[in-house]
């Protein structure tokens, strides 16, 4: 049967698809065509979207230093820990870990999604 599909186009530029039932990606996590994407921040929308925009992005810094890293959890809290210690960033508290589950599903290193394959062993040779 038939299903519709939802096509969105964030004002970052952004392309989201939202089928009826999102297939995972090779690597398990959220597939990029499938995500709702916050047209103000860029980042992946959710219920807990506004707790990290509040928290960290546009608070703070930009999102887009959240869309430019990929840490895995323990990478993204030793982060906090690092902007606590020297950004003044103040304690997180239960706020932390919906936090750190948001950028640990969204935004760590094997759920990148990229438009080329990875550069293969490259076999080098010397110019005449």
Same mark, same amino acid.
């Given at each position: ?32 065509? @499938?995500?709702? /994407? ?11 979207? &506004? !707790?990290? #925009? ?31 210690? @020297?950004?003044? /960033? ?11 589950? &948001? !950028?640990? #599903? ?23």
């Amino acid at each position: 049967m038939w299903k519709p599909l939802l096509i969105l186009i964030s004002l970052t530029g952004g392309l989201a698809v939202l089928p009826d039932t999102p297939a995972p990606s090779a690597a398990g996590g959220p597939r990029a065509d @499938t995500l709702l /994407l916050n047209p103000e921040t860029g980042l992946v929308e959710n219920e807990v979207h &506004y !707790l990290v #925009k509040a928290q960290c992005a546009t608070v703070c810094h930009s999102s887009q230093l959240i869309l430019n890293n990929r840490f895995t959890r323990d990478g993204w809290k030793q982060k906090i820990r690092w902007m606590q210690a @020297t950004q003044n /960033l103040w304690d997180l508290g239960e706020t932390e870990d919906p936090i750190l589950d &948001y !950028l640990e #599903k969204y935004y760590a290193p094997t759920t990148r999604v990229s438009r080329r394959k990875p550069v293969g062993p490259i076999e080098w040779y010397r110019l005449p």
